[in-house]
């Protein structure tokens, strides 16, 4: 981990910055502090096992760190890609920040990688480490992009833990270097999955907003310190620890199904919006039983078994090629496979911004829709009428009773 000295700061001489533990209630767990106090404590102490996304996410987060700093501070050796994607993330990245970073006067920017930064003086659990932060001294504007890996939750800028962690490291960057800056532009880097408005999301926030943030960075974080705060499940509960063994996951759980056989269409609707809970309910007691398991622990009526496995070829490509041609009587286009197009999504990786809006335009894109999905209304989607026959028409007041307010 490499921390610069605070300002002025030198770009030459990154020196190697104090040991931080994680918060339990710092920058990526605000949110869910915030709506959840008490999962402070309900989360202590216990250890989810690394899911293979976060363990890709963590390892693809070092990379992409190590290359912006080997781009903008040639002061450290080029990294070492352990595979192709995380290689293909880290140069997007660069490209990213060098969006930003190359748009700025050359005497007039300071950046930040991976910086670690201490609000002890709000709390004494606040601290946290920014993905990257870039400054703008002539424009007064400080740009704080967070890279997220993931492709199966998709994170906002403008709500929700996205918007809660750059606010948070704004917050930490503004007050480590004393910057008052007229406009903070919080930015969701996600290039591993969809959103219409692209993979780079910004909100621009004012200073006003930031201060007013910091005060609830006070309040929130002492909220967490009475060990009886209270427990609040909701969409924060994704990614906490205590999931598996959390009351009130469970109680909400349970409620769901018993009250489940009762559906009205008003119902309904409260129902698919707790979903997402209790689907966190579910994967957290999957991994947590699967941790138990690898541990030795006996789960009654349950055993560990190897997944189905794949068969790989001993030998390297080119003996397995000669083999198959010598003994089997192949031939190397009966052996070989056709070399694919790879995605768009895996394409615009590869390009430059300009490059993917010409990509865009040029036609050579099309979004196939493969049928439709119920979602919230608040999702950042359009609506679609299905396409109803006479007989559905006819029928569908009988498939889900109607209750007296919603039938009128
Ligand atoms: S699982 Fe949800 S309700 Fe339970 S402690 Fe965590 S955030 Fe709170």
Redesign the pocket.
């Known amino acids: 981990m490499i921390i610069w000295p605070p300002v002025p700061m030198s770009f030459c001489k990154p020196i190697a910055a104090p040991v931080v533990t994680h918060s339990p209630i710092g920058a990526s767990s605000f949110w ?2 915030l ?2 106090p ?2 402070r404590w ?2 202590a102490g216990i250890e989810r096992p690394p899911l293979e996304a976060a363990e890709f996410g963590t390892l693809a987060h070092d990379v992409a760190a190590a290359a912006a700093r080997f781009a903008f501070f040639f002061a450290t050796k080029e990294p070492v890609y352990p595979d192709n994607e995380s290689r293909l993330i880290a140069t997007w990245w660069v490209g990213v920040l060098a969006a930003i970073w190359d748009s700025l006067l050359p005497d007039m920017r300071k950046m930040g990688i991976e910086e670690s930064f201490s609000m002890a003086d709000l709390h004494p659990l606040a601290h946290g480490t920014a993905d990257a932060w870039i400054y703008d001294l002539l424009c007064e504007i400080l740009y704080v992009p967070d890279l997220k890996t993931g492709r199966g939750h998709v994170v906002e800028v403008e709500e929700a833990s996205g918007y809660h962690q750059t606010m948070y490291y704004a917050v930490g960057v503004c007050r480590k270097y004393g910057y008052r800056p007229r406009e903070i532009h919080l930015i969701i880097a996600q290039p591993r999955a969809f959103h219409p408005e692209g993979a780079v999301r910004t909100k621009v926030v004012t200073l006003e907003e930031l201060e007013e943030f910091e005060r609830l960075i006070v309040s929130a974080s002492e909220a967490t310190d009475d060990p009886m705060a209270p ?4 969409e ?2 994704h990614f ?4 598996p063994t ?4 469970r109680e ?1 759980a349970e409620q769901m199904i018993a009250l489940s056989a009762q559906f009205d269409v008003a119902t309904l609707g409260q129902y698919l919006d707790k979903l997402p ?1 209790l689907k ?2 579910i994967s ?1 007691l999957e991994s947590f039983a699967y941790s138990q398991a690898t541990k030795g622990i006996k789960i009654p009526g349950w055993m560990l078994a190897n997944k189905r496995g794949t068969r790989v070829w001993t030998e390297t490509d080119e003996k397995v090629i000669e083999m198959l041609e010598l003994f089997f009587g192949l031939t190397r286009e009966q052996i070989l496979k056709e070399p694919e197009v790879k995605s768009p999504t895996q394409i615009e990786l590869l390009l430059t911004s300009d490059q993917v809006k010409d990509l865009a335009e040029s036609g050579l894109i099309d979004t196939k829709i493969n049928g439709t999905v119920l979602v919230p209304r608040s999702a950042k989607k359009t609506e679609v009428l299905p396409k109803l026959d006479a007989l559905s028409v006819f029928t569908k007041r009988a498939h889900i009773p109607y209750n007296k307010e919603t039938s009128k």
Do not use: V, Y
């Open positions: 869910r502090i709506n959840c008490g999962s309900a989360g427990l609040n499940a909701g924060w509960c906490c620890p205590a999931a959390c009351p009130r996951l909400q809970q966190s309910k957290a």
